[in-house]
């Protein structure tokens, strides 16, 4: 089936150290939409990529999509304690938006 | 912007107990509706959804039903709660076709035992 697949799983990293995550889907999509999960919360929107090669980028965050619109990456420079929580990419799939299984960023103060 | 009610935030229900989680939208009219459940680490199940009232879609067999009987009125219920239904089930929204930004509401726990 259609599926969006998201690694690393888990990233541990000191504060100030960079982080990535990368997002690979099964089909060409329309878009790519970022969320973020901070711990006993709900997902929030972070940004949404509609062309393909776009790049954009929101402070410490930059966010692109690939040439061919089936991969993603989500990168953040200086990783701060407010950084912490679970990165999900997400793609839409028929009337539904299908998640990857988030990467979960803990941080060494 | 939307606004995603969702009630109750945490409840504790003994196995083969009813369920009855309620969602309600403000701020859009007939948006696509969502129920998610996540487990405790993990990532999000979708497990039914909805496009127009009274149309439900399962994307997994459950022991889990949804409801919509009004546009901005989605309902998750179980008629006999199993253990493995625990987890955090959160109702999301999007208007204007399923690829605009989803609106999430705060989750409710759910602890089955």
């Known amino acids: 089936g259609q599926q969006v697949m998201q690694i690393p799983q888990y990233q541990h990293v000191q504060e100030g150290e960079d982080f990535t995550t990368y997002c690979n889907s099964s089909t060409t999509l329309s878009n790519i939409q970022w969320y973020k999960q901070r711990p006993g919360g709900h997902p929030v929107f972070l940004i949404q990529l509609v062309k393909s090669g776009e790049v954009k980028k929101q402070k410490r965050l930059t966010f692109q999509f690939g040439e061919a619109k089936k991969n993603s990456s989500l990168h953040i420079t200086a990783t701060q304690t407010t950084d912490v929580g679970t990165y999900f990419c997400a793609g839409p799939m028929a009337q539904k938006l299908v998640f990857g299984q988030g990467t979960r960023l803990t941080i060494n103060p | 912007s939307q606004t995603i009610h969702q009630w109750p935030a945490t409840l504790v229900q003994p196995v083969g107990s009813p369920l009855s989680l309620e969602c309600t939208v403000e701020?859009?009219?007939?948006?696509?509706l969502y129920w998610y459940r996540q487990a405790a680490g993990r990532g999000l199940q979708l497990l039914f959804y909805s496009v127009g009232i009274g149309q439900i879609s399962s994307e997994v067999p459950q022991n889990l039903s949804a409801s919509r009987p009004q546009d901005r009125q989605f309902i998750l219920s179980s008629k006999k709660l199993l253990l493995s239904d625990s987890g955090f089930y959160l109702c999301a929204a999007v208007a204007g076709g399923p690829t605009g930004e989803l609106f999430f509401g705060e989750g409710s726990r759910l602890t089955v035992l």
């Open positions: 701020g859009t009219s007939n948006p696509n």
